[in-house]
């Protein structure tokens, strides 16, 4: 991805253009769990802006994005309510956000629920991956 060698305002930019977009997405077919995944990736990301990178949004657009991981969380839930099993990086999105709340034991479930997922592509043997080395953590 280009984005990790943007400027900070860029991606603050980038962002906001992409939330809008898959907002407007989900209006037009709110059935879609990918859609619903992504806004949730959206969500999550926001959630970890550094101190910084807020400053820096405020300074662009007087009031930087906002979000939470319980945001986040909802829409992976979403994603996930809408075609349940669909695919490994949902699951591992709905674990990680449960380990950033303290929730250790909805984290572990979700691990094992994604091991089960097969994996089809480079990107989900990249996710199981990741899932493997989260459930060493709790």
Known sequence: ST????????????GVTYKEHVVRAIELNPKEPLLHHLLGRWCFAVAQLTW??????AMLYGTPPTSTVE???ENFHQAEKLKPGFWKTNQLMIAKSYKQL?????????LESALKIPIVTP????????????????
């Open 71 to 73: 945001e986040a969380l």
């Open 3 to 14: 984005n990790e060698y943007e400027s900070t305002d860029q991606k603050i930019k980038d």
């Open 123 to 138: 990107e989900d043997n990249e996710s199981h991956r990741e899932v493997e080395q989260l459930m060493g953590q709790v």
């Open 52 to 57: 910084i990178q807020r400053k820096a949004a």
């Open 102 to 110: 303290y929730n250790n034991v909805e984290c572990k479930k979700w």
